[in-house]
């Protein structure tokens, strides 16, 4: 990812992560916020103007790339999330290296589209069908690395362990593909790969049905070792919680505590079906959570107790999951929403705190700890609302992070920068101009 040596931002608003300030110049050199100065009122000269709120840029800290190809079909009819299972299955057997990178690309730049800057990508799509190793066996990531960089973003591709169907079974055919038999034979390919400007490496635990009790310290100790983020699907249905009770007599939850596995740099994701001791463990060793509202009431998942667990000490992060739709201020604004709903009371989180979950905090839950934010010294990873569309036009400047959280959409994005380079121009993108038809295309290759 190559960045221009210097430039200056003008930001007719910019959110300082508590308030609006209008009129504030961002500095920009190598990449890095170098000054960022507020009151001025006038663009200054051969400044690039980005007319608008300017956000921080925004970290989708839960991402399935090839999920999006499901869109519009998973929603036909009626079924559960083991029946949308089989679905997201067939379409998995169907991929790739240069299908995946294809459709990644393509999935990657509607991200940039919608203001998300960097993603966390939860990869557990290793092998080829059938298992065969690929001679690269890391072929399926580094496409997806691969797709991000010509889209213009930052991944951290978290590497994710996959090793069974259920806890005491084998990986079912569609499966095979996605293990590589054992803990320390994962850990052996994740090895091979390395941190780059635009990439961070990480981990995943994909469930506790999916890596049998024994492997998960290996997963752990590797990620501690290398102080990168080890995030891990939690709870997300209550047939997980049973079998998990019914194989080690514990809640998912305890059962990753007893292993080793929460702590920090841990993020579970999702988190929804939580008993008050869950919520206490998880708060108490400061895990993350990562919420995925949009996919979480596709799939009839459930509301999971978010505002508990941030009280608790648990850090919330959002992400889009499934891709039913690529849109974070959708997840900040649901998030709110549905607590809503569940407890008929307004006003859990202000528009500040959602929005920092969508930035800052999600960028810490995938390694980025140096970007979030626009103050000095932060990566230049920058995302501005427009303030004039139908959407948005009325309420006042200083009320732009009610109005970005609660009225706008990915479609009001104009600008996306990362590290300093205009990579979302006007509502157009620079890297991959033909997005729409790319995506197309893309799931195109895919359908049976």
């Not at 960045?3 to 308030?19: G, I, N």
């Not at 083991?82 to 679905?87: A, G, L």
């Not at 999702?270 to 996919?295: Q, V, Y």
Request: charged share 20%; glycine share 8%.
């Amino acid at each position: 990812m190559t960045h221009p040596h210097t430039q200056t931002y003008w930001l007719e608003h910019a959110w300082l992560d508590s308030f609006v300030e209008p009129g504030v110049a961002v500095e920009v050199a190598d990449g890095r916020i170098a000054a960022v100065r507020t009151g001025i009122e006038s663009p200054p000269h051969g400044s690039e103007i980005l007319r608008g709120l300017t956000l921080p840029g925004l970290a989708n800290a839960h991402s399935h790339c090839f999920h999006r190809a499901l869109r519009g079909t998973v929603q036909v009819g009626s079924g559960t999330f083991w029946t949308w299972r089989e679905v997201m299955y067939a379409t998995a057997d169907r991929l790739t290296p240069d299908t995946y990178r294809a459709l990644a690309r393509a999935v990657y730049a509607e991200m940039a589209l919608a203001g998300i800057t960097c993603v966390g990508e939860f990869h557990y799509v290793h092998h080829a069908a059938g298992g065969t190793r690929y001679a690269d066996p890391n072929a399926m990531g580094e496409a997806l690395t691969d797709a991000a960089a010509e889209a213009g973003i930052r991944i951290t591709l978290l590497d994710t362990a996959y090793l069974s169907s259920g806890f005491g079974q084998p990986p079912n055919t569609h499966q095979l593909r996605f293990s590589d038999g054992n803990a320390d034979a994962w850990a052996e390919r994740c090895s091979v790969l390395k941190d780059r400007d635009h990439l961070r490496i990480g981990a995943a635990i994909h469930s506790v049905r999916a890596v049998p009790a024994r492997e998960l310290a290996t997963v752990a100790r590797w990620a501690e070792e290398r102080r990168a983020p080890l995030h891990v699907h939690l709870s997300e249905q209550t047939a997980e919680n049973d079998a998990c009770r019914a194989a080690h007599g514990c809640t998912p939850t305890r059962l990753l505590a007893d292993h080793g596995v929460l702590g920090p740099r841990t993020t579970g994701v999702h988190n929804t079906h939580l008993t008050d001791e869950d919520i206490a463990l998880l708060g108490d060793s400061r895990t993350g959570t990562c919420m995925c509202p949009t996919t979480e009431r596709d799939l009839a998942d459930g509301i999971g107790p978010a505002a508990a667990l941030q009280k608790a000490g648990s850090p919330l992060s959002l992400g889009s999951d499934s891709h039913a739709v690529i849109d974070l201020l959708e997840e900040a604004r649901a998030m709110e929403l549905n607590e809503r709903l569940r407890t008929r009371t307004r006003g859990h989180w202000t528009a500040a705190a959602l929005l920092r979950a969508a930035s800052a905090d999600g960028h810490a839950a995938l390694g980025w700890d140096d970007t979030g934010t626009i103050e000095t010294g932060a990566l230049a990873d920058l995302t501005t609302i427009a303030l004039d569309s139908v959407r948005t036009a009325g309420p006042l400047p200083r009320l732009g992070a009610e109005t970005a959280v609660f009225a706008a959409s990915a479609a009001d994005v104009r600008h996306t920068i990362v590290g300093g380079r205009h990579v979302v121009r006007d509502g157009a993108h620079t890297l991959v101009p033909d997005a729409p038809q790319a995506l197309a295309q893309a799931v195109e290759a895919l359908r049976a």
